[in-house]
C-alpha cells in the first residue's frame, strides 16, 4: 500500500469516528464506551485480575494467539512493582528481576500481594540476540469486604420519547447494554411506566441486563429536580390530577419541620423533604439531580437550598456527574463545580453517597451516553444489593467526557479499584456486552431470530467475572 493510500485510508477511519488510529500503533478500535482493550488484554489472558490480599496466590498469564505463544528456547525475566506498598512479607522487592520459565506454555506466578493495591507484573523475553519486553500485566489485590463484591455499571437518569428523548424505552435498554451497562433504568420527566415499558418489550427474551424503575420527580412549583430510583410505584401520580393532597402535605410539613434559615425557600424544601420521604415510602432512592444546572442562567438549586439539603442530609444521594456533553463543559464546566463542592462537604464530614448518569435525550446523538455512569460495589445485581451499595457508600461516579480521559470520583478506596476496573477489566467487559445490545435492538424492531443468538450470549459476562475473581487451580 502506498503512503497516500495508507493516509487516506487513517483519514477515512478518522471522519467516521473509528478511533484514533495514529495514537496508538496497535490498532484496538474504541468502544462506543470509549475504552480500549490494553494490548496485553487483548493477546493474553491474565487469571485471576482480583486477588485477596495479604495472601499468596497464583496468576496464570496465557498467550491466547500463535504471535505471542512462549518459546522454550527463550529466556524470561519477570519484574514486579507493586504501585504503593513495599512487599513486607512476601520478600520480594520491588524492581527485582526474577527468571521464570513457562509450563504448558503459559506462565505460573506465585506471590504474596501485599495491602489493596495494584500490582504489575513485567516479562521480558530474550530470544537469540533479540530482547523485547512480553508485556506489563496487571493485578488487583483486595480486602475480604470488598473481595466478596462486583463491580457493577448502571446509569438511571435518561429519558425516552415518552418525556423530551428521542428513543424508545426499550430501543433505550438495547442502547444501554450496547454500552456495557449491567443495569439502568429510564427516568422520563413526570413519568414513572418508561422502565416498566422496557421490562415488558423484554420480558420474554434471554437478557442479562437489569431493568429497574425511575422517574424524573418535578414537584409542583418546585424547581428541584429529583430522580427516584428503584421505587415501587410512581411519585408524580400522587399529585397528576389533583394536587389538593400534595399541598395540603407540604404545608403540614412546612410547619412541623425545624426552622430553616431566612434566606432558604422554606416551601421548596418542604416539597423536596415530601418527596424524598414518598420515594422511601416506596422502597426507592432519592438522588438530587444536577445541582449546578443552569437554567434560566443561573444554577438550578439556589446556593442557600443547597447548604441547607447538604447540612440536613436531605437526599440519600448526589448526582455528582451530570451528562453534559463535552461542548457544554466547554462553556461551564459543571462537574467541575459539583466535585469541588462534594469534596468541600466530606471536608466537613457529611455523608454523601454519590452516582454519575448521563441524563441523555437522544442516545444516539449523545456524547455523555456510555461515558458517564456509576459503578456500584454490591454482592449481586439484585435491586436492594444495588441501593444499599449506594448508600453504603460504596459507589462512585465515572465520566469520561467524549469518551476520553475516564475519571471516577467518590470515597478514594473504590475510586482507586475502579481506576484498574476501567484499565484491565470493564473494556473486555464491555466489548462482550455490545452484540447483545445490538440484538436487544434488533428484537425491540420485531425481529424474533434475535431470540436465539441471545440465549446463546446469556450469562456470557457473568462467566468473564467469574474467570477474573476466581483463584487459579494450585
Known amino acids: 500500500m502506498t503512503q497516500y493510500r495508507l493516509f487516506a485510508l487513517t483519514a477515512l477511519l478518522l471522519a467516521a469516528g473509528l478511533g484514533t ?35 499468596e496466590s497464583v496468576i496464570e498469564i496465557v498467550p491466547l494467539f500463535d504471535h505471542v505463544s512462549l518459546d522454550e528456547d527463550c529466556a524470561y525475566l519477570l519484574t514486579y512493582a507493586p504501585m504503593e506498598y513495599p512487599s513486607r512479607q512476601g520478600g520480594w522487592e520491588p524492581g527485582t528481576q526474577l527468571p521464570i520459565a513457562p509450563e504448558n506454555g503459559r506462565f505460573r506466578i506465585t506471590a504474596f500481594f501485599e495491602a489493596e493495591q495494584e500490582h504489575t507484573l513485567i516479562i521480558e523475553a530474550t530470544c537469540g540476540d533479540e530482547k523485547r519486553t512480553l508485556g506489563n500485566f496487571r493485578v488487583y489485590s483486595v480486602e475480604e469486604d470488598l473481595y466478596g463484591l462486583r ?49 415488558r418489550a423484554f420480558a420474554d427474551a434471554p437478557v442479562d441486563l437489569r431493568i429497574y424503575p425511575a422517574e424524573e420527580v418535578h414537584t409542583p412549583d418546585n ?7 428503584g421505587a415501587n410505584e410512581g411519585i408524580t401520580e400522587l399529585y397528576r390530577d389533583d394536587e389538593t393532597d400534595y399541598r395540603a402535605e407540604v404545608d403540614a410539613l412546612m410547619e412541623s ?16 423533604v415530601w418527596a424524598v420521604e414518598r420515594i422511601r415510602e416506596r422502597d426507592g432512592l432519592a438522588m438530587l439531580a444536577h445541582p449546578y444546572w443552569i437554567t434560566r442562567n443561573r444554577h438550578n438549586v439556589e446556593e442557600p437550598l443547597l447548604d441547607y439539603f447538604f447540612e440536613q442530609e436531605t437526599f440519600d444521594a448526589l448526582e455528582l456527574i451530570s451528562g453534559f456533553g463535552i461542548e457544554s463543559l466547554h462553556r ?26 448521563s441524563d441523555t435525550h437522544g442516545h444516539e446523538r449523545s456524547d ?32 469520561a467526557p467524549a469518551g476520553v480521559l475516564p475519571r471516577a470520583y467518590g470515597p478514594f478506596r473504590y475510586v482507586k479499584y475502579t481506576q484498574f476496573l476501567i484499565r484491565e477489566v470493564f473494556p473486555q467487559h464491555d466489548e462482550l456486552c455490545f452484540e447483545e445490545g445490538r440484538l436487544m435492538i434488533q428484537y425491540a424492531s420485531g425481529d424474533d431470530s434475535a431470540l436465539e443468538r441471545l440465549r446463546q450470549l446469556q450469562e456470557q459476562t457473568d462467566r468473564l467475572y467469574e474467570r477474573y475473581w476466581t483463584p487459579a487451580a494450585e
Open 21 to 55: 488510529v495514529a495514537a496508538n500503533p496497535l490498532f484496538c478500535p474504541e468502544l462506543p464506551s470509549g475504552a480500549q482493550i490494553r494490548p496485553e488484554n487483548r493477546y493474553f489472558d491474565v487469571l485471576p485480575r482480583i486477588v485477596p490480599a495479604n495472601q
Open 151 to 199: 463491580p457493577y455499571k448502571g446509569d438511571f437518569h435518561m429519558h425516552t420519547h415518552r418525556s423530551d428523548g428521542v428513543e424508545s424505552p426499550a430501543y433505550v435498554a438495547g442502547a444501554c447494554r450496547r454500552v456495557g451497562l449491567h443495569f439502568m433504568a429510564v427516568s422520563d420527566h413526570r413519568w414513572y411506566d418508561g422502565s416498566l415499558e422496557a421490562q
Open 223 to 229: 424547581p428541584i429536580h429529583i430522580v427516584s430510583f
Open 257 to 272: 419541620l425545624p426552622p430553616t434559615p431566612d434566606d432558604v425557600d422554606r416551601f421548596h424544601y418542604a416539597a423536596c
Open 332 to 357: 461551564m464546566d459543571v462537574n467541575a463545580l459539583q466535585v469541588a463542592r462534594y469534596l468541600e462537604e466530606r471536608a466537613k464530614g457529611r455523608r454523601i453517597a454519590v452516582c454519575g448518569i
Open 368 to 399: 455523555a451516553f456510555g461515558r458517564y455512569y456509576t459503578v456500584v460495589f454490591a454482592p449481586s445485581l439484585e435491586l436492594p444489593d444495588l441501593l444499599a451499595g449506594i448508600q453504603e457508600l460504596r459507589s462512585v461516579a465515572v465520566e
